[in-house]
């Protein structure tokens, strides 16, 4: 048996960097958060429940704002505040979503106030975000803001018909947005996981067939980890992706480039 061969490693430095993520107290905000903090980056979780004082994390380059991205004055509370005590913003990471379990349906079945809180959180509350910090980046001539899409921006499965389409119109709003602002020096992007072990997931297992079922869909055999996600999006907003906008990046574990995201429909008895 061979013995195992080495692997590479990317080590980033995003000391003075202010970076704004929203939905980053649990899953893959949660697992961005913390790279970026790792790498001495200034962050501010921005979450609708996040965590009390006591289950706060002992980390002094982390704080954590109460903001509902379905509320306009939430978001631009966030964005002042950040503001005010730091003088900038550098990175955006658009992460807060929703996928209740009673958006598992065919959209004649989606009851009104569930399809209509997804849409006010997963879409307007990317826009209402990257409208309060665009300001601030191009006064500054400098800024990467990163849409957390999904892999079913890109293709679908029956029962999933308000979270997939919101999730394409996130990968359209950073190539819009990379485009527009391309020349103010501010990069736009997007990532697309496939299915990552994270609470959301974890809730919809068994509406996905399983654990092992949702693992075998993908190539690599096994579902992500949030730190697998967040390692992209360190890396999208680096230098080392400077010439990198207005695109998505997917981190499906090769889930994309199977001829079928979905399981075929039951054979008729």
């Not at 958060?33 to 962050?43: C, G």
């Not at 380059?61 to 379905?70: M, Q």
């Not at 879409?123 to 910090?133: I, N, T």
């Not at 992500?224 to 695109?247: I, Q, R």
Request: proline fraction near 7%; charge should be neutral.
């Amino acid at each position: 048996m061979s013995a195992k061969r080495p692997s590479g490693n990317v080590i980033f430095d995003n000391r003075d960097r202010i970076v704004i993520v929203t939905g980053g107290s649990m899953g893959i905000g949660q697992a961005i958060t913390h790279a970026f903090a790792q790498s001495n980056a200034r962050v501010y979780v921005a979450d609708v429940n996040p965590p009390s004082h006591e289950q706060q994390p002992d980390n002094k380059s982390v704080t954590y704002l109460r903001c509902d991205t379905a509320s306009e004055a939430d978001c631009k509370a966030v964005v002042r505040k950040v503001v005010e005590e730091q003088g900038a913003v550098d990175v955006l990471v658009n992460n807060a979503a929703i996928q209740p379990p009673g958006s598992y349906h065919p959209i004649d079945r989606v009851p009104p106030e569930v399809w209509q809180r997804m849409i006010d959180v997963n879409l307007c509350g990317y826009q209402r975000m990257a409208a309060a910090v665009l300001p601030h980046m191009k006064r500054q001539h400098s800024g990467v803001i990163i849409n957390l899409a999904s892999g079913q921006a890109h293709r679908t499965a029956r029962e999933v018909g308000v979270y997939g389409p919101i999730k394409s119109a996130n990968v359209m709003q950073a190539r819009q947005w990379g485009v527009e602002y391309a020349r103010d020096g501010i990069r736009v992007l997007s990532v697309s996981p496939g299915a990552i072990n994270t609470p959301m997931i974890r809730a919809s297992l068994e509406e996905q067939g399983g654990g092992a079922a949702l693992g075998n869909r993908h190539p690599i055999g096994r579902i992500g980890e949030p730190h697998e996600v967040a390692s992209a999006v360190l890396w999208l907003t680096s230098d080392a992706a400077s010439f990198v906008t207005a695109t998505d990046l997917e981190v499906d574990g090769g889930l994309g480039s199977f001829g079928a995201f979905a399981d075929p429909y039951p054979t008729p008895r």
